[in-house]
């Protein structure tokens, strides 16, 4: 069973400030986070739901957050390590 994969705001502006080469790199953790969503790092306290996936994009460490359940996955945002989760804090809020 294949999960629907929605995007927030948030995650659709940062996506866009991506070169043609980086947004295919996200594409394959996209894929990758859909088929297997269990894969991310579960969070626990203030974003308690929340999971994780890093991987790397261009010599760098991503970090892309989302929250999946038997039906779908809604991407919630991206970025580098660097006030990451202050950020995903303050846009759950």
Known sequence: MTRQ???SPLFVRQK???RKNEGKI????VRFIQAQPEEGEAKKGDIYG?????FKMLKRQ???AYEYDDT???LL???PHENFYRDLKQYLK
Do not use: P
């Open 62 to 64: 991503m970090l892309l």
């Open 26 to 29: 996200l594409d394959n953790a």
């Open 16 to 18: 866009g400030r991506l």
């Open 72 to 74: 779908r996955i809604v």
């Open 50 to 54: 929340v999971y994780v996936y890093k």
């Open 77 to 79: 945002t991206l970025g």
């Open 5 to 7: 994969v929605f995007q």
